[in-house]
């Protein structure tokens, strides 16, 4: 495809795609730095698609590229997927899968047009796609650690009237990943823990214009393999939806019709899935589920919801021995710090990290470099030492997590370790880990031969919530360079601290089935003041903090201001 070709298509969408916003295009910064801001963006309903059908004698390349612009707004509109069928013959549209996988890319695919002239029946039309994401068919989103080229064919031929149309097509998407967002919702599903106290979110990215229906159907199948030991389904055998459709009433209510086996549901599991529901297809705006038994709507019934994944309590910092008192511990709260209502003795140990439980009242440090040691109100300790202990994590049920050598080892509350040795993470040393909120998931920064990788997984336990086993992992933040530790910033975004393409210290933000609050899902950069050492992060409103190499504790506040909380800081951390 020519510049000026390239030039007119993005030209094209920005006049005419997107008509709700028309002046959207004039007012985005063309230049200057990346700024933050809270201005909201219109969401997927409330944009228009006016995309044109093929030009009177348009060639194969105008065809094929034509396609490829109206159909990735296809899961949005309806009407819009009609449109786009006008490019293709009866036959070869009825032949294509268009949700088989969805490829997100970086640009427009560069076109190479087969030879063909006037009395040329048929051609082919061949590009060169860059990858940086793909959904599956089931909306897992999933990020390239490096962009990957991808060769995609089009056929095509000319029909009796003399106009070129699609005749043979690849099954998927192509979409660019500025318009993802606009394609399709992502969509956080929640599933409660096996106590029913939490839930634990699963990201997928469903067709914009059905995406509660997905989402629907997507509860009443369970929680997904890799979550099936770490969520429960509340969802009788047999019930499903009674029509393929979940629609929304004018006053706000959702309603949910299944078949008949949800009248054999406890009142508690039928609440609880109306619970689930609403978590997953309200966004926040006050709507509610009606859930009805074919026509025949149930009786509400009340239960106790489950909490979101969120950070309960302050941070707490370590100070160095540059006072009288020797290394101590204080709480954050904003932009100070404050005495604990007992503070720990740290006399004599070399606090190196630290990690605080949900009820403030385990608290646990590194010893040095190898040396786990719990402090409190009933003196101290020693839960462990070996061989490069990684900074530990405490879990909602009080265990403490770390990796002794790489290894996975848990500290239960009771006494004694237990080694957690999926088959997965056998040749992976872990060098950072961090357990999530609910205490369902895990993310992890493991060694391998091409470098450090993070990934998640989700934490499989027995009767008694001692940690058995990891699921089958997913890679999040792939294109972040020597990741050296993870928080958890928000319940389905991890905090990264590695390096750039130059090498340099920083922040990035990295979602676990794609980063909220963006239109593409991929990674990005937190800007820092301060050159990074440690980070600690927490889910829900608590600030990000980082640790500079001299020391200092900075609080973000926004991405241009990182105010001083105290000097002499040895170490930070979030409860978790």
């Known amino acids: 495809m020519s510049r000026g070709t390239r030039r007119h298509l993005v030209q094209t969408l920005c006049a005419v795609v997107l008509v709700a916003s028309a002046g959207a295009c004039a007012s985005i910064p063309t230049s200057g730095g990346v700024m933050e801001s809270s201005a909201e963006v219109d969401s997927v309903s409330d944009l228009g698609f006016d995309v044109q059908g093929p030009a009177t004698d348009a060639g194969p390349e105008q065809i094929v590229q034509g396609f490829v612009s109206a159909a990735q707004f296809g899961p949005a509109s309806a009407a819009t997927f009609d449109i786009a069928r006008e490019y293709t013959t009866p036959v070869a549209w009825s032949a294509w899968d268009e949700y088989t996988q969805v490829l997100v890319l970086s640009e427009y695919p560069r076109w190479t047009v087969g030879e063909f002239d006037d009395s040329t029946a048929v051609t082919s039309v061949q590009g060169e796609a860059t990858v940086v994401a ?6 897992v989103y999933t ?13 095509l031929a000319r029909g009796t009237d003399g106009q070129w149309r699609i005749s043979g097509l690849e099954d998927g998407l192509l979409v ?14 929640y599933y409660p823990t096996p106590d029913r106290e939490w839930w634990v979110p699963d990201v997928r990215w469903f067709p914009g214009q059905s995406w509660r229906t997905a989402a629907t159907q997507a509860i009443l199948d369970g929680p997904p393999e890799r979550l099936a030991q770490s969520a429960v389904s509340v969802v009788p055998d047999g019930a499903t939806l009674a029509i393929d459709a979940v629609t929304v009433a ?14 054999s549901a406890p009142p508690e599991d039928r609440a609880l899935l109306v ?11 006050g709507r509610t589920v009606v859930l009805s038994a074919g026509t025949s709507p149930l009786a509400a019934t009340s239960a106790a919801e489950p909490s979101r994944p969120v950070t309960v309590g302050d941070a707490v910092a370590v100070l160095g021995a540059g006072s009288e008192e020797g290394q101590v511990l204080r709480r954050v709260v904003g932009r100070e710090l404050t005495d604990p209502a007992v503070p720990p003795d740290l006399a004599g140990l070399d606090v190196t990290a630290v990690a605080v439980g949900t009820d403030d009242a385990t608290v646990v440090v590194r010893d040095g470099a190898g040396r786990l040691v719990r402090v409190g109100e009933d003196g101290r300790s020693e839960l462990l030492v070996g061989r490069r202990v990684a900074p530990p994590s405490i879990d909602r049920f009080d265990a403490v997590w ?8 848990v500290v239960l509350p009771a006494g004694g370790v237990v080694p957690v040795e999926p088959e997965w993470l056998a040749d ?11 205490g369902a998931r895990i993310a992890l920064v493991t060694d391998s031969p091409d470098g450090p990788e993070v990934w998640v997984a989700a934490i499989e336990r027995d009767a008694d919530e001692v940690p058995t086993g990891l699921s ?4 999040v933040g792939g294109p972040v360079d020597s990741v050296e530790a993870v928080e958890w910033s928000e319940e389905s975004t991890l905090t990264l601290l590695g390096r750039d393409p130059d090498g340099a210290r920083g922040l990035f933000v990295a979602g676990v089935g794609g980063l909220a609050s963006s239109n593409d899902g991929l990674t990005r950069p937190l800007a820092t003041t301060a050159v990074p050492t440690a980070v600690a992060a927490g889910v829900g409103a608590s600030p990000t903090l980082v640790l500079d190499a001299d020391g200092t504790l900075h609080v973000r506040q926004s991405a241009a201001l990182w105010p001083v909380v105290s000097e002499d800081v040895v170490a930070v951390a979030y409860p978790g």
Request: charged content about 25%.
């Open 402 to 409: 770390t990796a002794v050598g790489g290894e996975l080892r």
């Open 143 to 155: 990020e390239l650690a490096e962009p990957s080229v991808v060769d995609v064919t089009f056929d």
């Open 250 to 263: 004018e006053n706000g209510t959702i309603d949910v019709s299944l078949t008949s086996a949800i009248s």
């Open 472 to 475: 089958t992992p997913v890679r």
């Open 428 to 438: 992976l040393p872990v060098r950072s880990l961090r357990v999530a909120p609910e």
């Open 134 to 139: 793909s959904l599956d068919e089931s909306g």
């Open 176 to 189: 660019l990943a500025d318009f993802l967002g606009n394609a399709f919702h992502r969509t956080p599903l």
């Open 275 to 285: 619970a689930q529901l609403e978590a997953t297809l309200r966004e926040g705006d």
